[in-house]
């Protein structure tokens, strides 16, 4: 019966579908916000223009569903907020010394409050740079397979009680038979900030949150007291000899190339609880292997 829950899937698939997004090149942080709260929204510049050196300005076009509190004005730049029809925020370089470098990253921040209906929210950005410009106004159509070029920022207004966190990365350390306990690993990452305050599966009758802490000469692990904090936009890291989630009382081994779900339980700056389903692979991936070894040297 314990074999239900243990699944061959192709989590792998998702995770690597997930870091797709990563190639859009003015975005939004990953994970979401809850619907009817305050956002912050930090547009990430990764770089300037095709063929250009610098990026001059960054102009946002509000999307319905998002109200406009106020903008972060930025040293050198000129900052313009027009609140008619659906808004618009503009920055623009006061000269070429204060410009974004090609290859510098950059936050261009804007607050304001969010539509009480889930669903995603596109924020269309035109980059302006020393030379061309590139406008990120590109929505999905819905094709499976479409790739688009200029893709705008998409923001997953997330119904209240879905974790807004970015969850990548996930793998379960394989068990041999006899072995009662083992770990799991990710990164997290929470926009808006958030407490990772619990962990549960049905594949383990305990699941904590740790920490590794010297005692002493001796490396010791313990359970995290009031939960893992997530800054705001920081990723933070759950890896072997770090922070990890300790899995005992397991209910059956974990052979490489299982699946087990993990549902996390966090809770918001204001206290509000919510929680995000994951499907973890047992294995190591490379990656993590490679640098889990190198934390031993
Ligand atoms: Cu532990």
């Given amino acids: 019966m314990t074999r239900l829950f243990i699944r061959q899937a192709l989590a792998a698939t998702a995770v690597l579908a997930a870091a797709g997004s ?59 907020v027009q609140r008619s029809g659906d808004g618009e925020v503009r920055w623009t370089a006061d000269s070429p010394a204060t410009a974004l470098p090609g290859a510098e990253r950059a936050e261009f921040i804007v607050r304001g409050k969010l539509t009480a209906t889930p669903g995603p929210l596109y924020f269309k950005v035109l980059q302006s740079c020393d030379t061309g410009s590139a406008d990120w106004a590109q929505l999905p159509t819905g094709a499976a397979s479409e790739k688009l070029a200029f893709p705008a920022a998409r923001l997953d207004v997330l119904a209240p009680g879905v974790a807004a966190v970015d969850i990548k990365d996930a793998w379960i350390r394989p068990t041999v038979a006899g072995q009662s306990g083992t770990g799991a690993f990710m990164t997290l990452s929470a926009p808006s900030g958030a407490r990772l305050v619990g962990v549960s599966t049905p594949a383990a009758g305990v699941a904590e949150v740790h920490e590794m802490k010297m005692e002493g000469d001796t490396m010791k692990m313990r359970a995290v007291q009031g939960g893992l904090e997530l800054p705001p936009r920081q990723v933070i890291e759950l890896k072997p000899s770090g922070y990890h989630v300790m899995l005992m009382d397991l209910k059956q081994p974990m052979p490489k190339g299982a699946t087990v779900p993990l549902t996390l339980r966090f809770k918001d700056a204001k206290g509000a609880d919510s929680t995000r389903e994951v499907d973890v692979p047992v294995g190591a991936p490379d990656g993590a292997a490679a640098a889990a070894q190198g934390h031993v040297h």
């Fill in 22 to 80: 990563a190639t859009a090149h003015i975005t939004l942080p990953p994970g979401g916000a809850t619907a009817g709260t305050d956002y912050e929204a930090a547009f990430r510049v990764g770089h300037a223009c095709k063929d250009a050196a610098a990026t001059t300005g960054v102009s946002v076009r509000l999307p319905r569903g998002f109200t406009l509190t106020d903008a972060q004005a930025r040293k050198g730049w000129k900052l313009e």
